[in-house]
Nanobody, 114 residues
């Protein structure tokens, strides 16, 4: 069982920045893929970014160049640095860990005001 706890969400103006954190209850260095999804009201959950144990990253086209995912294995934490935020980035952001079964965090709300 892996527990994931997100933090760092909030209200920010368009053009601003936020950094989300996802603290894992287990050592993440052995987790092949960790990442972030988001779900906006009335929309399906979508992949935002992911990072492999080898440091390979993938991003949704909509966030490329604005968001950066990273992992600190020593702190068992995954980060999502979000810059140049837009109103359309408003969503609940969920951290996940893929270790065969997929574990999810409880989500953190990000609201971008235009």
């Amino acid at each position: 069982q892996v527990q994931l706890v997100e933090s760092g969400g909030g209200l920010v103006q368009a053009g601003g920045s936020l950094r989300l954190s996802c603290a894992a209850s287990t050592r993440i260095f052995s987790i092949n893929v960790v990442g972030w999804y988001r779900q906006a009201p009335g929309k399906q959950r979508e992949l935002v970014a992911r990072i492999t144990s080898g440091g390979i990253t993938n991003y949704a086209d909509s966030v490329k160049g604005r968001f950066t995912i990273s992992r600190d294995n020593a702190k068992n934490t995954v980060y999502l640095q979000m810059s140049s935020l837009k109103a359309e980035d408003t969503a609940v952001y969920y951290c996940y860990a893929d270790i065969g079964p997929i574990y999810w965090g409880q989500g953190t709300q990000v609201t971008v005001s235009s």
